[in-house]
Structure formats: structure tokens, C-alpha cells
């Protein structure tokens, strides 16, 4: 049976942070990395409690360990999820190791328990994936790069206010309806693409750009709301 794949922030420590060579009561039977919340099996094997719990999800299991050192012996060589219990001992002793980063330029050194507490998941050297490129980078550049220079990052079109993918966006400026064009009859700027192109089909009207008809409009509308009001007045 496939395990489910490891939180890395739960299973073991990498065993590259030890700053001394690793003694192997220090390492878990499962992960094979530095015991992380260590517990005791009734065999005497030592796993992480997330590496125990979930190897003994499905029920009780043989202890490899057991196995491959052939001490093998039932029944306390069965991993059993009720039988095990946390080795605070080893938690202590594991704790109070010497550690150092990992993370290349990092020289960050403490013991393990300051590394858990300050320093795991929280080192500036450290290269976190970008989800939106799957590209790994600096942890201190995650926030420049998803920003302003992530390839898949998303932006407003300035125009449209729609959200598009960075790379879309420059094909986008080519049809955007809102995209800001010269009126080629009287030369106006920054008119939206819609009223610009809305001149083609339009024949002999065309020679009035579309902005210009509402300015047309606009005008008749004054002067009809003018004759109105005349009338109006005259009646009472
Ligand atoms: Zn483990
Ligand atoms: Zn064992
Ligand atoms: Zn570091
Ligand atoms: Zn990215
Ligand atoms: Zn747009
Ligand atoms: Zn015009």
C-alpha cells in the first residue's frame, strides 16, 4: 500500500541539519531523518508520532526494524497505534543537538529545538516554490517575484479592469474594447477601441466619428429640451 506523501513540517528533521553525525536512536524507523515528536514502540523502535501514526493507520503492522535487525518477535514487534508511547527522554536529548541551516548562504547555527522554534520554514535562504510557475526561489524574493516578476502572475488590464494572465495581457491589448486609440478623422486621443472601430461599417458616416455623433446628440437633445420647455411655458 502507497503512503499517503509526508508533510515535511511533520515528518522527521532532515538529517543534514544535524551539526554532529547521526546516532541512529536519534532517527525515525519510518522517514529515516531526526526524530520529530519521537515515540517508543513496544519493540523499542522509535518513529516521529505523525511517521507512527501514519504507518499504523490501517491497522497493526510488523516492524521492519524488528525485521531487518532479526529480533523480530511477536507480539511486541507488531506496531500497534494504542501501544506506543512518547519518548520524552529522546525528545530532550534530540532537542538539545547542535543544528545548522541548510539553506546555501544561510549561517544560521543553534540546536535542534531553536531550529523547530526560529528558523525551520522561516530562513530567507530558503528556495520555496512559486505555485503559479513551479519555479523555486528565495523565500525573501517570493514577494518581489509573485508581484512583478512571476511569468503566470495575474494583472488587471488598466483598461477593462479584467484579469488576465501576464503573458496574455499584451494580445489582450490588441482587442481590449477599452484599449485607448487615436479617432482618425479629428485626430482626438484616447478614445476606447469600441467607439474607434464602431466607425467601421458605418460608410459615409464614418467621416463623423462616433464620439463626435454623441456630441451631435447631445446638442439636439439641449435644443429639443429648449422647444419643450418653450412650449410648456406658453401653455401655462
Ligand atoms: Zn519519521
Ligand atoms: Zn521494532
Ligand atoms: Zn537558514
Ligand atoms: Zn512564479
Ligand atoms: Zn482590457
Ligand atoms: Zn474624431
Redesign the pocket.
Given at each position: 500500500m502507497a503512503l499517503p506523501s509526508l508533510d515535511s513540517s511533520l515528518q522527521g528533521i532532515p538529517k543534514s541539519v544535524l551539526a554532529v553525525s547521526m546516532e541512529t536512536k536519534y532517527q525515525c524507523?519510518q522517514c529515516h531523518q531526526v526524530l520529530r515528536k519521537p515515540v517508543q514502540?513496544?519493540?523499542?523502535?522509535r518513529f516521529c508520532v505523525h511517521c507512527f501514526k501514519l504507518l499504523t493507520s490501517s491497522g497493526p503492522k510488523p516492524?521492519?526494524?524488528?525485521?531487518q535487525?532479526e529480533?523480530?518477535e511477536e507480539p511486541?514487534?507488531i506496531?500497534n497505534s494504542n501501544e506506543a508511547f512518547p519518548d520524552n527522554a529522546a525528545g530532550r536529548e534530540i532537542a538539545s543537538l547542535p543544528a545548522k541551516c541548510i539553506n546555501g548562504g544561510c549561517s544560521w547555527t543553534g540546536c535542534i529545538k531553536e531550529y523547530e522554534a526560529q528558523h525551520e520554514g522561516k530562513c530567507e535562504y530558503e528556495r520555496v516554490l512559486c505555485e503559479a510557475c513551479q519555479v523555486f526561489i528565495l523565500r525573501s524574493e517570493k514577494e518581489r517575484h509573485s508581484e512583478r516578476e512571476c511569468e503566470e502572475r495575474t494583472l488587471n488590464c488598466k483598461y477593462c479592469k479584467v484579469s488576465f494572465n501576464f503573458k496574455q495581457i499584451k494580445a489582450h491589448d490588441e482587442i481590449c474594447q477599452k484599449f485607448p486609440m487615436q479617432c482618425k478623422d479629428c485626430g482626438k486621443k484616447k478614445i476606447p477601441r469600441e467607439k474607434v472601430c464602431a466607425l467601421l461599417g458605418m460608410g459615409d458616416m464614418a467621416k463623423i466619428s462616433y464620439h463626435g455623433i454623441f456630441q451631435i446628440y447631445d446638442y439636439f437633445m439641449v435644443f429639443y429640451v429648449k422647444i419643450i420647455n418653450k412650449m410648456i411655458n406658453k401653455k401655462f
Open positions: 524507523q514502540a513496544q519493540c523499542g523502535h516492524c521492519e526494524a524488528c525485521q535487525e529480533i523480530y511486541q514487534s506496531l
